[in-house]
């Protein structure tokens, strides 16, 4: 849903993420490297931003990336963790390793869009409004921030999934 | 020779997820680095783990990496003289 519209997609799970990023962006092959929690973050905020029709792409230090979640990068974890489990079969993967923090997928998105301002990632127990908004708002208070793109990313699986994003922008 | 080739330009399509690229994309004597692939330097870590993991290949010194990543022929070369595996 965007803006209270569906967006047209195929594909069961983290597919549709795939398919997603084939119909609505297709020109950023790093989205293939990234992790789920990764793939999730960026497919929602180039879903927002494409909509809101800023000029993009320009450095700007007026935006915060601010995003909560729950399960943390426990899908990137549990892959990485695979990789060195055996201990016959000990190849720790770099490439997985790196996603092995959530805050990285603010990191993917500060990258693609050139922000170079707050960026933050929050674990909580749940989807908790008043801490969430208390976060956001405490962004503000840096008066270099004009603007928030933030909201709840979490990723625990490639069938467990949820995204709500939105930007913040200040009166 | 010819086969390790493709078989190398397979492996560095699945290792480093280069999702849209195809092995006949590769040039087998173009630079791995700094040419139309895109690749970064996780994805030179990630090239020195597979040299491991299929061949039995320790790169000790990771300046090494440079030479030996100059081109999947040079890679191709490097695997056929020092593989154990």
């Not at chain 1, 990764?38 to 800023?54: H, T």
């Not at chain 1, 450095?59 to 601010?66: E, K, L, Y």
């Not at chain 1, 092995?100 to 909580?124: C, D, M």
């Not at chain 2, 849209?20 to 990630?46: M, N, Q, R």
């Amino acid at each position: 849903m965007l803006n209270g519209h569906c967006l047209e997609t195929s594909g069961n799970g983290s597919e549709m993420l795939t398919d997603a990023y084939r119909r609505y962006v297709g020109d950023y092959p790093k989205f293939f490297k990234m992790d789920g929690l990764s793939r999730l973050g960026f497919i929602a905020s180039e879903l927002i931003l494409q909509r809101l029709g800023e000029e993009r792409f320009t450095p700007r230090t007026d935006r915060a990336v601010i995003l909560f979640n729950r399960s943390g990068s426990i899908e990137a974890d549990v892959h990485y963790q695979s990789t060195i489990s055996d201990p016959d079969n000990f190849f720790p993967s770099p490439s997985v390793f790196v996603y092995t923090l959530p805050n990285i997928v603010t990191g993917e998105i500060a990258i693609r869009n050139k922000y170079q301002g707050e960026t933050s990632f929050f674990v909580l127990e749940h989807e908790d409004q008043p801490t969430i908004q208390a976060m956001i708002e405490a962004s503000f208070e840096d008066e270099g921030t004009t603007s928030v793109l933030a909201g709840w990313v979490d990723y625990t699986d490639a069938h467990h999934f949820e995204a709500r994003m939105k930007i913040i922008i200040k009166e | 020779m010819e086969d390790l080739v493709l078989e190398l330009k397979k492996d560095i399509i699945e290792s480093l997820n280069l999702e849209d690229v195809k092995p006949e994309d590769i040039d087998a004597d173009e630079p791995l680095f700094g040419s139309g692939l895109g690749l970064d330097s996780i994805d030179a870590l990630e090239l020195i783990v597979l040299l491991e993991r299929k061949y039995g290949i320790k790169l000790k010194d990771p300046n090494k990496g440079k030479e030996v990543f100059k081109s999947v022929n040079v890679m191709a070369q490097f695997i056929t003289d020092n593989r154990t595996k």
